[in-house]
């Protein structure tokens, strides 16, 4: 990897943005041996307030911790994609949840419906983060799968592991179809060429 690689997590006080941004902090950090600073800010409401989760990742020791241009946005809801999308790097990844935003700013944009997965395949829309995960694991290659499903799985409640290993599952199969589809049509974002 070498340079710094800068994820940005957006969404709405609920959807898990904070706990997705600390758990791949920790996939990055504490398993895969990488240099992480994690930020975060949200709005005063507990639910449908922005929240907001920075992750900044290197091989080489961080000097200025906060994220200047993106590599990776995931937007979960309509307002994050919009007030986000600028911060993108020419050639960053903009991943969105097509269940909330219906708007994109670039034909570019991976469109996954993780809330709608999330409530359709496991009946609980909490999950949806987890699933975001799994997407961001396949898309991006920052991060083995395994170390990504050890972090999740230290940090989910008890008795929730298989819930969420399942969801991170999910995650991972839809973005591999998405891939793939994207190698069909030859559409080869050079974003997918990164190596680890």
Known sequence: MGERYEVRLGGSGGQGIILSGIILAEALGLYGGKFVVQT???GPEARGGA?????????EEIDYPKAIKLDLLLAMNQK???EYYRDLKEDGILVVDSTF???V???K????????IAREKFHREIVANIISLGAITELTNIISHKFMEAAVLARVPKGTEKLN??????GVITARKVKES????DIQPQEFQRED
């Open 101 to 103: 935003v219906t708007q």
């Open 40 to 42: 975060q800010s949200y």
């Open 182 to 185: 994207m190698r069909n049509e």
């Open 105 to 107: 700013p670039t034909s």
């Open 51 to 59: 929240s907001r989760a920075d992750v900044v990742v290197s091989d």
């Open 165 to 170: 290993r399942d969801a991170l599952k999910a």
């Open 80 to 82: 994050s994609c919009d």
């Open 109 to 116: 944009a991976i469109q996954i419906p993780f809330t709608k």
